[in-house]
């Protein structure tokens, strides 16, 4: 039976209403809710081919995206992106709280964690270097749901967090200045409830002008956060200098009140040190950002690689530097947790001014930050049009800018019209939730991409890697729910030691019984499969220590956007396929070449 004979016989009831699409009229889009199962068995499940990604689905945005990114480009994205205000706020809490001095090795840990994963994204982004990062990885491997739900949640994360972020531009500035900010640069409405009532016009300011930016021109976009990014670092190498001149080597092992606080430079011990990088690792988050621009890269085969593990490495560095500087500053129980750096140096005589120095930095961080979120986004949406599962115009790039200038200006609006009102106080373990989501679903796509030959389908061919993720992702929680919650004890280490004895037998039977169906043809990831194996479970391990309410978040937006794919998207992709990829375009081809792309 051919390809048409089987549509008709899946949806037989297809009426004239199709031809014209579900959503042409009341009458046919309830007769597609009424197809909504048969479509959801059609559709959930497919999974694109990395030819088509680079091809028909990539034609499907008309213009190209200029391949004018070098590797000092991602560097410099992936280190404005990481090196943001978030820094200055996990570092104290992590270190007061959980590591003390040990925030250094909570540091190098959480920057190995992230390194790990991003060789996951590196394969992906080098093998298929399109703009769609996390989602095109995801929907060749898993299928279209699947890409749908972490695509569509990991959006929304960042959303919300860069209109928080832009508000906390206001109060950094002012710190800055000497000026109360908060309470003088924004406009209090009578009327409104509280959170909703201060009017914040320069946090609005900043992110309309970081959308122009965007929108203009992606290597013009490179320049200006190379310069911020440079008299960013600039600073953090100021106040880790200070740190090191003004400190006490002392404060690495002694508290302030040894009554009440153990000593040590592992006040708390390995548990404390691995809680903390647990907290300290949202500092990280922003260098996946990097792999979205895989569809601008110039020779993606050397600048991806260099360019995302590079960034992670650097940051890494700076922030070890920080924490120890820090660390030496103060004693870990005299550290301020909301304002670590800066509280060091408040109460110091003659030294007030480097408060300012650091509210300087950390407003230029945000900048940064934001303009490489925000890029990313753009780029996650871009491709999210192409699919289908979205409207088509958020797919448009524009010919002159060779930007995708609609989804770039929707998600600029979006942001600053929550950042006009809302007073965010969102958490950062809120924040982070979808995003470590994301990346243990990356590391698990890549091991299955690697064992399960792109020819052969079926639960026959792919059950030994299945079974082995699902092993191994259920030893992983295993561990993780025994560090959270058994006592302390014999017991415990052994409980432990035993899950990760097990978690390393089932990675080397995998290893010694299942085959790799292919290797990747110009970069993979190293030590095949232990290095994603480790990656899903240190991102198993960060996930368990978030708290109650970043689940139930993470659950409301995942059966949000479920209802979203069910009520529209499903319906959609359907049309999309029936019409073979928007007519006129089905079959056009992206000649990498024309467009500058090397290997």
């Known amino acids: 039976m051919d390809k048409g004979a089987l549509v008709h016989t899946t949806d037989s009831s297809a009426s004239v209403g199709d031809a014209a699409g579900s959503f042409s009229s009341l009458r046919a889009y309830g007769l597609a809710l009424a197809r909504t199962p048969q479509r959801l068995a059609r559709r959930a499940c497919v999974a694109t081919s990395p030819g088509e990604e680079m091809s028909r689905v990539r034609a499907l945005s008309g213009a190209h995206m200029a391949r004018k990114l070098r590797w000092p480009d991602l560097v410099g994205l992936g280190l404005g992106g990481m090196v943001g205000a978030g820094v200055f706020v996990t570092t104290g809490r992590a270190t007061r709280l959980y590591a003390g001095p040990g925030v250094v090795v909570s540091y190098a840990i959480a920057g190995l964690c992230a390194l790990l994963s991003a060789f996951c994204y590196t394969e992906f982004a080098v093998d298929m270097p399109v703009a769609g990062g996390a989602f095109s990885y995801l929907r060749v491997t898993f299928g279209e749901l699947a890409a749908f739900l972490t695509g569509a949640n990991l959006i929304m994360e960042y959303v919300f967090s860069n209109a928080a972020v832009a508000r906390s531009f206001t109060a950094y500035l002012g710190t800055a200045v000497g000026v109360d900010a908060p309470s003088k640069w924004r406009i209090v409405v009578p009327g409104l409830p509280k959170g909703f009532n201060e009017v914040d016009l320069v946090a609005v300011g900043v992110i309309l002008l970081i959308s122009v930016c965007i929108c203009y021109s992606t290597k013009e976009s490179s320049v200006v956060n190379m310069v911020l990014t440079a008299v960013h670092v600039a600073f953090i ?23 009440r606080n153990p000593g040590g430079f592992f006040p708390h011990g390995a548990a404390g040190v691995f809680n903390g990088a647990a907290k ?150 809120l924040v982070s939730i979808g995003t470590l989501f994301v990346f243990y679903m990356v590391a698990n796509a890549v091991v299955y991409r690697r064992y399960v030959a792109a020819d052969r389908t079926g639960a026959a061919a792919a059950w030994p890697t299945l079974a082995f993720l699902l ?129």
């Open 280 to 429: 300290v690792y949202l500092s990280y988050i922003g260098y996946d950002a990097v792999s979205t621009m895989a569809e601008e890269v110039e020779r993606p085969s050397r600048d991806i690689p260099v360019g995302v593990s590079g960034s992670v490495v650097l940051v890494t560095l700076l922030y070890c530097l920080m924490a120890a500087s820090m660390s030496m500053l103060l004693p870990y129980d005299a550290i301020d947790m909301e304002a670590p750096f800066s509280g060091a140096f408040k109460g110091s005589s003659g030294w007030g001014w480097v408060s300012n120095v650091i509210g300087a930095g950390a407003s230029l961080g945000i900048l940064t930050s934001l303009m490489v979120a925000m890029l990313g986004q753009a780029r996650y949406l871009c491709v999210i049009g192409r699919s289908g599962v979205m409207p088509a115009w958020l797919a448009r790039v524009h010919p002159h800018t060779a930007t995708p200038v609609n989804a770039s200006i929707f998600l600029g609006v979006f942001t600053a019209a929550l950042a006009l009102f809302t007073e965010l106080d969102v958490l950062l373990n």
């Open 471 to 599: 092993a191994f992702s259920l030893v992983a929680l295993c561990f993780t729910l025994l560090w959270q919650f058994a006592p302390a004890g014999g017991a415990k280490t052994g409980l432990l030691g035993a899950c990760g004895a097990g978690a390393m037998a089932t990675v080397g039977a995998f290893q010694a019984l299942v085959p790799q169906a292919r290797r990747p043809e110009l970069w993979g990831v190293p030590a095949m499969p232990w290095v994603p194996a480790a990656s899903v479970f240190l991102n198993v391990f960060l996930l368990g220590s978030l708290d109650r309410p970043s689940y139930v978040r993470f659950g409301f937006f995942t059966a949000a956007a479920v209802l979203v794919y069910v009520l529209y998207s499903v319906h959609a992709s359907y049309d999309a396929e029936e019409s073979g990829g928007a007519g006129a375009l089905e079959g056009a081809k992206v000649q990498d070449e024309a467009a500058g792309c090397k290997v």
């Open 237 to 259: 190498l100021f106040i880790i200098v200070m740190g090191f001149w003004r400190g006490d080597a002392g404060n690495l092992t002694r508290p302030a009140d040894p009554a």
